[in-house]
C-alpha cells in the first residue's frame, strides 16, 4: 500500500501489485500543509494478519492528527508470507527530513 503527500497537500492512498505491475488510486484528497513547517503523518494498515487475496484491509492516512482518508479494500494487497518492506521517498534530495518514524503492529 502507498501513502502519498505532496508539498501542495494533496494526498492519496494507493495500492502497488504485480505481477503485472499495476498502481491504483484507493482515495484521494487536499490537506493543509505549509512548506518549510513540520508536517506529521500517520498511516494505518489493518487487517488479518494473514488475509490473503480475499481478506479486507483497512487504510487510514492522517495529517497533523487529522484523518484525511479512510478506505477499504477488499481485495488484500498484503502479502501472505514475508518479506515485507516499508518505504520513504523524497522526490528532491533536501526536499524533506524524517525524525521520530515508529513502526508498529495495531
Known amino acids: 500500500y502507498v501513502f502519498l503527500i ?7 492512498i494507493g495500492k502497488s501489485t504485480s505481477p503485472p505491475a499495476t ?12 512548506p518549510n513547517e ?3 503523518l500517520r498511516a ?9 487475496p ?5 487504510l ?3 495529517i497533523n ?6 478506505v477499504t479494500d477488499a481485495k488484500s494487497a498484503l502479502p501472505v508470507s514475508p518479506p515485507v518492506s516499508i518505504g520513504m521517498e523524497v522526490d528532491a534530495p533536501g526536499a524533506a527530513a524524517f525524525s521520530n518514524i ?4 495495531l
Open 23 to 34: 498502481n491504483t488510486v484507493l482515495k484521494k484528497g487536499t490537506g493543509k500543509i505549509r
Open 65 to 70: 492528527g487529522k484523518n484525511v482518508g479512510t
Open 54 to 58: 480475499t481478506g479486507k484491509v483497512t
Open 102 to 105: 515508529t513502526v508498529a503492529q
Open 38 to 40: 513540520t508536517a506529521h
Open 6 to 12: 505532496e508539498s501542495n497537500g494533496s494526498w492519496l
Open 44 to 52: 494505518e494498515c489493518s487487517g488479518p494478519e494473514q488475509p490473503g
Open 60 to 62: 487510514k492516512f492522517f
